[in-house]
C-alpha cells in the first residue's frame, strides 16, 4: 500500500541559555511572585518563618499609621519590605532554577508530536500496512518505517537495519546503526530513519514512552527531596525552633528588665522579628532547593536525564565505579596490529589463513584483519561466491568464527576455545602458540588464534588503544576517594595489562553478568555507594542493582528501565563527568551550608547591641562596627541578609568550583574559603549599607 505520510517537523538546535538569560528572568520573576502563597512556603520551614514575619511586620505597619505602632511607620515599612525581598529572592532563586529545567523539558515535548504511522498487520516486511496516528499505537503493535520516515514511537526492531537521526534526542549529528536483536535493536519516537527500512514492534503505550518519562524527569517543580537535603533541612529546622524559643523569651524578658532598672527601651516586635531573621540561616534556606534543582538541570546539560535528584545526589556520594574496558577505558576499535605465526609457518601463510577466516566477518576486528593482510603481503580479497564458502558466524558458545570451504574449515577465535576445539579433535595445541598468546595479552592485547582444518596457524594480535587522559581523572577519583573497577571480558593476562596502563585500582576478567551483579552485592554488603554503566539486556540486574545505574539511549529497553540515569550521547565514559556533577552539587551545598552559618554569626555583632542598646546601654561596647544608629543597624543587617541570596544565586545554580579533593582538604578549603569569608563579608556589607543609609538619611 502506497500512500503519502505527513512527517514530523522537529525544533531545530536548542539556543544555550544564559544564566540570567531574559528568556528565564521574566518568568522566574512572575513566579517568584505566585510562589508567596503558604501552601508553597511551607515547603521550606525556614523560608517559612520569614514569610510569617513578613505578614506580622505588614500588619505592624498598618497599625503604626493608624497612630498605635510600637516604633515608626517608615521603620517597620523598611523592615516589612525587605523581608517580603527575602523571600522573593529565595522565590526568584527556586523559580530560575526550575525555568532552566522548564526550558529543556519544553524543547524535549517540542519533540513529541503526533504523526502518522505505517501500521503492520504482521511482523513481515512487504506486508501492506495501514495509516494510523502515532497516539492509537499501542503495545505489541507493529509497524514498518522507511528512509525519510519519522520514527512514531518507542520500539524494538524485530526485522531491518537501518541507519537512524537520533540528533532530535541526543544531539549527536553523526548517524547510528540501529539493527533486530542484539544490544543496538532499540528506536526512540521522533527520531528519523535515514537509509533502509525497519520493522518495529511498540514497546511503549502512549504516555508512557522515553521521551514522556524524560520529560517527567526533567521538570524540576516535581522534583523530591533527597536524602541529604530532607537531613540538612531537619538541622536548619531545629536551629530555627531554638532561635524562635529565644527570641519569643527575649520580648518580656527585655521589659522586665526595663522595670526592673526604672528606664530604658524596651525592644519591640518588629526588632524581634529582624533579629529572628538574622539570626535563622535565612541563606543556606532561600537557596537549598535552587541547588537541588539546578543539579539536576546541570546533569541535563551533560545530556543526562536522571529519574530524581536521589540518584543525582547518589553519584555525588559514589565509593565504587564499575567501568566496562571496552569504549570506557578503551577507544572499543580494536585493530589487528601483528601476524605472529606458529612453527613451520611463515607469516605470509598465517596473513592468508587469517584474512580468509575473516572475508564474511564485518566487525571492525574482522575487517582490520583482512586490511593488514593486504597491506602487508598484498593479499587481495577473494569472492565468496567463487570459493562456494559458507560463512560461519561468531557465537557465545564457541566463541570462534570462519568460513566452510569445499573439504577445508578455517576457524579464528579466542585461545582456549581453539585449545578445547583441538582437545575434540584429539589434536595437540603448540606450546610456542600458547607463549605467543601469552606475551600478546601481557602487552594489553587480544589474541586471536587462526585454525586451518587441525592445524595452528599462529596468532593474530588485535590493539585497543587507551584513552588519553584516563588515567589522570582516575587519579582524580582516587585522590576523592572512589574506587575505580574494570570490568572485561577478555583474559586476566590482557586485563591486567589494561589496567596497569589505565591506572584503575581493580579489575575483574572475564566478567560474566552473574558476576557483575555479585560483585555490586558485595561492595553494598560493605557498605558502600556502587555505580556503573550498561546497555544491554544482560546488563539489567546489575544496573537494577547499583546505586547510580546509567544506561545508554542506545541499549535495549530493559537496560533503561533497569537503569536510574539515561545517557542520552550513549557515551560510557560519561560516569566520570556524573560523579563529578554529583560531587559538585555536594560541594556547593556543604560550600553555601558553612558560609550562611559563619554569616549568621557576623550579622548577630550587628543587630543584638542595636536591638537592646535601649535595655542595657553596656551592649554598646559589641558594635564593633561603629554602626550610625540602632535603626540603621537593623535596617543593614535585614537589607544585607536579602541582598546577599541575589549575590549568591549564580553560585548555586552554577554550582562551586569542581575539585579532586579528598574530604579532609575539601572541608579544610570549605571552612577557610567559605567559612572565614562568610564570616568576614558581613562586617564590609553591612558597614556599607550603614553608610549608604546615613548619607541619604534613611535611618
Same mark, same amino acid.
Given at each position: 500500500?502506497?500512500?503519502?505520510?505527513?512527517q514530523?517537523?522537529t525544533?531545530?538546535?536548542?539556543?544555550?541559555?544564559?544564566?540570567?538569560?531574559?528568556?528565564?528572568?521574566?518568568?522566574?520573576?512572575?513566579?517568584?511572585?505566585?510562589k508567596?502563597?503558604?501552601r508553597?512556603?511551607?515547603?521550606?520551614p525556614v523560608?517559612?518563618v520569614?514569610?510569617v514575619g513578613?505578614?506580622?511586620?505588614?500588619l505592624?505597619?498598618?497599625?503604626?499609621?493608624a497612630?498605635?505602632?510600637?516604633?515608626?511607620?517608615?521603620?517597620?515599612?523598611?523592615t516589612?519590605?525587605w523581608?517580603w525581598?527575602t523571600?522573593?529572592?529565595?522565590?526568584?532563586?527556586e523559580?530560575l532554577?526550575?525555568?532552566?529545567?522548564?526550558?529543556?523539558?519544553?524543547?524535549?515535548?517540542s519533540?513529541?508530536?503526533?504523526?502518522?504511522?505505517?501500521?503492520?498487520?504482521?511482523?513481515?516486511?512487504?506486508?501492506?500496512?495501514?495509516?494510523?496516528?502515532?497516539d492509537?499505537l499501542r503495545?505489541?503493535?507493529?509497524?514498518l518505517?522507511e528512509a525519510?520516515?519519522?520514527?512514531?514511537?518507542?520500539?524494538?526492531?524485530?526485522d531491518?537495519v537501518?541507519?537512524?537521526?537520533?540528533?532530535?534526542?541526543?544531539?549527536?549529528?553523526?548517524?547510528?546503526?540501529?539493527?533486530?536483536?542484539?544490544?543496538?535493536?532499540?528506536?526512540?519516537?521522533?527520531t528519523?530513519?535515514?537509509s533502509?527500512w525497519?520493522v518495529?514492534?511498540?514497546?511503549?503505550?502512549p504516555?508512557?514512552?522515553?521521551?514522556?518519562?524524560?520529560?517527567g524527569?526533567?521538570?524540576?517543580?516535581?522534583?523530591?527531596?533527597?536524602p541529604?537535603?530532607v537531613?540538612?533541612?531537619?538541622?536548619?529546622?531545629?536551629?530555627t525552633?531554638?532561635?524562635?524559643?529565644v527570641?519569643?523569651?527575649?520580648?518580656?524578658?527585655?521589659?522586665?528588665?526595663?522595670?526592673?532598672?526604672?528606664?530604658?527601651?524596651?525592644?519591640?516586635?518588629?526588632?524581634?522579628?529582624a533579629?529572628?531573621v538574622?539570626?535563622?540561616p535565612?541563606?543556606?534556606?532561600?537557596?537549598?532547593?535552587?541547588?537541588?534543582v539546578?543539579?539536576?538541570?546541570?546533569?541535563?546539560?551533560? %545530556?543526562?536525564?536522571?529519574?530524581s535528584g *536521589? &540518584?543525582? /545526589?547518589?553519584? !555525588?556520594?559514589?565509593? #565504587?565505579?564499575?567501568?566496562?574496558? $571496552?569504549?570506557?577505558?578503551?577507544?572499543?576499535n580494536?585493530?589487528a596490529?601483528?601476524?605472529?605465526?606458529?612453527?613451520?609457518?611463515?607469516?605470509r601463510?598465517?596473513?592468508?589463513?587469517?584474512?580468509?577466516?575473516?572475508?564474511?566477518d564485518?566487525?571492525?576486528?574482522?575487517?582490520?584483519?583482512v586490511?593488514?593482510?593486504? %597491506?602487508?603481503f598484498?593479499?587481495?580479497? *577473494? &569472492?565468496? /561466491?567463487?570459493? !562456494?564458502?559458507q560463512? #560461519?558466524p561468531?557465537s557465545?558458545? $564457541?566463541?570462534?568464527s570462519?568460513i566452510?570451504?569445499?573439504?577445508?574449515q578455517?576457524?579464528?577465535?579466542?585461545a582456549?576455545?581453539?585449545?578445547?576445539?583441538?582437545k575434540?579433535?584429539?589434536q595437540p595445541?603448540?606450546?610456542?602458540?600458547?607463549?605467543?598468546?601469552?606475551q600478546a595479552?601481557?602487552r594489553g592485547?587480544?589474541p586471536?588464534v587462526v585454525?586451518d582444518?587441525?592445524?595452528?596457524?599462529?596468532?593474530v594480535?588485535?590493539?585497543?588503544?587507551?584513552?588519553?587522559?584516563?588515567r589522570?581523572?582516575f587519579?582524580?577519583?582516587?585522590r576523592?576517594?572512589?574506587?575505580?573497577?574494570?570490568v572485561?571480558?577478555?583474559?586476566?593476562?590482557?586485563?591486567a595489562?589494561i589496567?596497569?596502563?589505565?591506572g584503575v585500582d581493580?579489575f575483574?576478567?572475564e566478567?560474566?553478568?552473574?558476576?557483575?551483579?555479585?560483585?555490586?552485592?558485595?561492595?553494598?554488603?560493605?557498605?558502600?555507594?556502587?555505580?556503573?554503566t550498561?546497555?544491554?539486556?544482560?546488563?539489567?540486574?546489575?544496573?537494577?542493582?547499583?546505586?547510580?545505574?546509567?544506561?545508554?539511549?542506545?541499549?535495549?529497553?530493559?537496560a533503561?528501565e533497569?537503569?536510574?540515569?539515561v545517557?542520552?550521547?550513549?557515551?560510557?565514559?560519561?560516569?566520570?563527568?556524573i560523579?563529578?556533577?554529583?560531587?559538585?552539587?555536594?560541594?556547593?551545598?556543604?560550600?553555601?551550608t558553612?558560609?550562611?552559618?559563619?554569616n549568621?554569626?557576623?550579622?548577630?555583632?550587628?543587630?543584638?547591641?542595636?536591638a537592646?542598646?535601649?535595655?542595657?546601654?553596656?551592649?554598646?561596647?559589641?558594635?564593633?562596627?561603629d554602626?550610625?544608629?540602632?535603626a540603621?543597624a537593623?535596617?543593614?543587617?535585614v537589607?544585607?541578609?536579602?541582598?546577599?541570596i541575589?549575590?549568591?544565586?549564580p553560585?548555586a545554580?552554577?554550582?562551586?568550583r569542581?575539585?579532586?579533593?579528598?574530604?579532609?582538604?575539601?572541608?579544610?578549603?570549605?571552612?577557610?574559603?567559605?567559612?572565614?569569608?562568610?564570616?568576614?563579608?558581613p562586617?564590609a556589607?553591612?558597614k556599607?549599607?550603614?553608610?549608604?543609609l546615613?548619607?541619604?538619611?534613611?535611618?
Amino acid at each position: 500500500m502506497e500512500q503519502s505520510i505527513p512527517q514530523l517537523h522537529t525544533a531545530g538546535p536548542r539556543r544555550a541559555l544564559t544564566l540570567f538569560d531574559a528568556a528565564l528572568v521574566w518568568p522566574a520573576v512572575k513566579d517568584a511572585f505566585r510562589k508567596l502563597h503558604p501552601r508553597t512556603q511551607l515547603r521550606s520551614p525556614v523560608m517559612f518563618v520569614v514569610y510569617v514575619g513578613s505578614i506580622l511586620t505588614t500588619l505592624l505597619w498598618l497599625q503604626a499609621l493608624a497612630g498605635q505602632g510600637e516604633a515608626p511607620a517608615g521603620f517597620i515599612l523598611a523592615t516589612a519590605v525587605w523581608l517580603w525581598f527575602t523571600i522573593l529572592f529565595a522565590n526568584f532563586a527556586e523559580a530560575l532554577a526550575e525555568g532552566r529545567s522548564k526550558a529543556q523539558a519544553a524543547s524535549l515535548r517540542s519533540l513529541r508530536q503526533t504523526v502518522m504511522a505505517k501500521k503492520l498487520p504482521h511482523p513481515i516486511h512487504g506486508t501492506p500496512w495501514h495509516p494510523a496516528k502515532s497516539d492509537e499505537l499501542r503495545k505489541g503493535m507493529f509497524f514498518l518505517v522507511e528512509a525519510g520516515d519519522v520514527i512514531p514511537v518507542d520500539g524494538e526492531i524485530v526485522d531491518g537495519v537501518a541507519s537512524v537521526d537520533e540528533s532530535a534526542i541526543t544531539g549527536e549529528s553523526a548517524p547510528v546503526i540501529r539493527e533486530s536483536g542484539g544490544d543496538f535493536c532499540a528506536v526512540t519516537g521522533g527520531t528519523r530513519v535515514l537509509s533502509d527500512w525497519l520493522v518495529v514492534r511498540v514497546s511503549a503505550n502512549p504516555g508512557e514512552t522515553f521521551l514522556d518519562r524524560m520529560i517527567g524527569m526533567v521538570e524540576g517543580a516535581a522534583r523530591k527531596k533527597t536524602p541529604n537535603e530532607v537531613a540538612l533541612t531537619i538541622l536548619l529546622v531545629a536551629l530555627t525552633i531554638v532561635f524562635l524559643v529565644v527570641t519569643v523569651t527575649l520580648l518580656p524578658f527585655s521589659r522586665f528588665a526595663v522595670e526592673a532598672a526604672g528606664g530604658g527601651q524596651p525592644v519591640g516586635v518588629t526588632v524581634l522579628v529582624a533579629l529572628l531573621v538574622c539570626l535563622i540561616p535565612t541563606t543556606i534556606g532561600g537557596l537549598l532547593s535552587a541547588i537541588g534543582v539546578a543539579g539536576m538541570s546541570r546533569m541535563m546539560q551533560a %545530556n543526562v536525564i536522571a529519574t530524581s535528584g *536521589r &540518584a543525582v /545526589e547518589a553519584a !555525588g556520594d559514589v565509593d #565504587v565505579l564499575l567501568l566496562d574496558k $571496552t569504549g570506557t577505558i578503551t577507544f572499543g576499535n580494536r585493530q589487528a596490529a601483528a601476524f605472529l605465526p606458529a612453527p613451520g609457518v611463515n607469516e605470509r601463510e598465517l596473513a592468508d589463513v587469517a584474512q580468509l577466516a575473516s572475508l564474511a566477518d564485518e566487525t571492525p576486528e574482522g575487517r582490520s584483519i583482512v586490511v593488514l593482510a593486504k %597491506n602487508r603481503f598484498n593479499i587481495r580479497e *577473494r &569472492a565468496m /561466491e567463487g570459493l !562456494g564458502a559458507q560463512f #560461519v558466524p561468531f557465537s557465545a558458545q $564457541t566463541r570462534m568464527s570462519g568460513i566452510d570451504l569445499p573439504g577445508r574449515q578455517v576457524r579464528k577465535g579466542a585461545a582456549d576455545a581453539i585449545r578445547r576445539h583441538l582437545k575434540e579433535l584429539g589434536q595437540p595445541y603448540p606450546d610456542e602458540v600458547a607463549r605467543s598468546v601469552e606475551q600478546a595479552a601481557r602487552r594489553g592485547s587480544t589474541p586471536l588464534v587462526v585454525l586451518d582444518g587441525a592445524r595452528v596457524m599462529g596468532v593474530v594480535e588485535l590493539k585497543d588503544v587507551v584513552k588519553g587522559g584516563i588515567r589522570e581523572r582516575f587519579a582524580e577519583l582516587r585522590r576523592m576517594g572512589v574506587k575505580t573497577v574494570m570490568v572485561t571480558g577478555d583474559n586476566r593476562l590482557t586485563a591486567a595489562a589494561i589496567a596497569a596502563e589505565a591506572g584503575v585500582d581493580d579489575f575483574v576478567a572475564e566478567a560474566t553478568p552473574e558476576q557483575k551483579l555479585a560483585l555490586i552485592r558485595d561492595y553494598q554488603a560493605e557498605g558502600k555507594l556502587v555505580a556503573m554503566t550498561g546497555d544491554g539486556t544482560n546488563d539489567a540486574p546489575a544496573l537494577a542493582q547499583a546505586d547510580v545505574a546509567v544506561a545508554m539511549n542506545s541499549g535495549t529497553q530493559a537496560a533503561k528501565e533497569a537503569g536510574n540515569m539515561v545517557d542520552l550521547d550513549s557515551n560510557p565514559t560519561k560516569l566520570l563527568e556524573i560523579v563529578e556533577i554529583g560531587k559538585q552539587m555536594l560541594m556547593t551545598r556543604g560550600a553555601l551550608t558553612t558560609f550562611s552559618i559563619s554569616n549568621d554569626i557576623a550579622k548577630y555583632f550587628a543587630i543584638i547591641p542595636a536591638a537592646f542598646v535601649g535595655t542595657y546601654p553596656q551592649l554598646k561596647a559589641l558594635d564593633v562596627m561603629d554602626l550610625s544608629s540602632p535603626a540603621s543597624a537593623i535596617m543593614s543587617a535585614v537589607i544585607f541578609n536579602a541582598l546577599i541570596i541575589v549575590f549568591l544565586i549564580p553560585l548555586a545554580l552554577k554550582g562551586v568550583r569542581y575539585r579532586a579533593v579528598g574530604a579532609v582538604a575539601l572541608l579544610r578549603r570549605n571552612l577557610l574559603v567559605y567559612g572565614l569569608g562568610g564570616l568576614l563579608l558581613p562586617f564590609a556589607g553591612i558597614k556599607l549599607i550603614d553608610m549608604a543609609l546615613a548619607a541619604l538619611n534613611l535611618a
